[in-house]
């Protein structure tokens, strides 16, 4: 919505629009009837005399029948209500011409009495035109904000859910490294001291750098070597991490904590405490704004017949509904599971992010 500021500044830009409307209006009239004998001072005369009745008309129609009828989808009334404006508009000119300009001009095309139906039809015939290009003009321009409104306002929802969906990445990602840091000091770990200097490091990356729409590739990559190295620390010598990248990606750019949010459901849902060894591998590989994410895992999911809580976790939600709002059809994403070894393969046309701003 407008502020009463923006509505009052944009009120002599409107003005100077309808001003514009007439005077051309009139010009065309001028050009127009007057070419015809060459008498174009008599029909600005004519054109001038007759503008309120016009103005009346067309302002009735704009702002009373449009707005309260027929944007109300009541188009019967709205019709019978512009028609009416118009009858009275050529009536209410005919009568002008016989009391008021025939005894001053004597023309003849003005005698034959006040209520001369054929003459009055063509004074119909003479407002209709700019009562319709006015209304056309009204309606089309109504039509292009409404349209314009909707899309900004779907561009305002879909970031507004990116906004929450990013909100909610933090504070489960938090929340999973203060467990591995709690696990650690349980363990009175000398590594502890190092584990949160990663996470400060972490968390410096999620309060100054997630508030931006992208980040380069490079600090994503980053964060997730901090993020190996934190669970490299709590796993020790029972954890086996495999990391390869591949390609330029100095030059790329990508929403934040998006490719993290699979490398930490890998640790979390992957190094069970019922295995004895674990492993992951991750590969990332860059070419011509093509990013693919390979993380494969160990399962570490019980033998139960629960659904694994791998497919559930909030994370591995949150990222597949950010991929649709960023992406929509420009990536792919594939999960499979053959009982031992759990693998997501992600495939981004990164230049896709470029052209879509939700």
Not at 24 to 47: L, P, S
Not at 82 to 106: K, S
Not at 155 to 161: F, H, V
Not at 221 to 242: F, G, P, S
């Amino acid at each position: 919505m407008l502020s009463f500021f923006e509505k009052y500044q944009s009120t002599p830009k409107r003005i100077l629009w309808h001003v514009l409307f007439w005077v051309c209006y009139i010009a065309m009239y001028t050009v127009i009837y007057g070419n015809f004998e060459d008498t174009y001072g008599a029909e600005f005369f004519w054109a001038m005399a007759y503008l309120p009745l016009k103005i009346i008309a067309t302002y009735f129609t704009l702002y009373f029948v449009i707005p309260r009828y027929f944007l109300q989808k009541k188009y019967v009334t709205a019709t019978l209500l512009t028609t009416l404006a118009i009858v009275v508009a050529a009536f209410t000119q005919r009568l002008l011409d016989y009391y008021v300009f025939y005894p001053i001009y004597g023309y003849e095309w003005m005698s034959d009495g006040p209520l001369n139906v054929a003459k009055s039809l063509k004074n119909i015939l003479s407002i209709y035109p700019v009562v319709a290009l006015a209304s056309f003009i009204k309606i089309t321009k109504y039509f292009y904000s409404e349209e314009s409104r909707s899309q900004e306002l779907q561009q305002e929802k879909l970031q507004a859910e990116l906004n929450f969906l990013k909100g909610q990445i933090h504070p489960h990602f938090l929340f999973n490294t203060l467990n591995n840091l709690y696990a650690l000091t349980l363990k009175k770990a000398e590594s502890s001291p190092e584990v949160v200097l990663k996470l400060s490091e972490l968390l410096s990356f999620m309060l100054y750098e997630c508030n931006s729409r992208t980040v380069s590739l490079n600090k994503e990559l980053k964060l997730i070597e901090n993020y190996i190295a934190l669970e490299k620390i709590r796993y020790d010598d029972r954890l086996t991490v495999t990391y390869e990248t591949y390609g330029d990606v100095s030059q790329c750019e990508i929403p934040p904590m998006l490719l993290l949010t699979f490398v930490e459901n890998a640790f979390k849902h992957g190094t069970s405490d019922t295995l004895d060894e674990v492993w992951v591998d991750i590969n990332v590989v860059v070419r011509d704004q093509h990013l693919s994410l390979s993380v494969k895992n160990s399962n570490g999911k019980n033998d139960d017949h629960e659904e694994f809580e791998y497919q559930k976790g909030i994370g591995l939600k949150n990222v597949n509904r950010r991929l649709e709002l960023l992406y929509e059809d420009h990536y792919n994403l594939s999960i499979e599971d053959d009982g031992k070894t759990y693998s997501v393969s992600l495939e981004i046309e990164l230049e896709a992010l470029l052209n879509h701003t939700p």
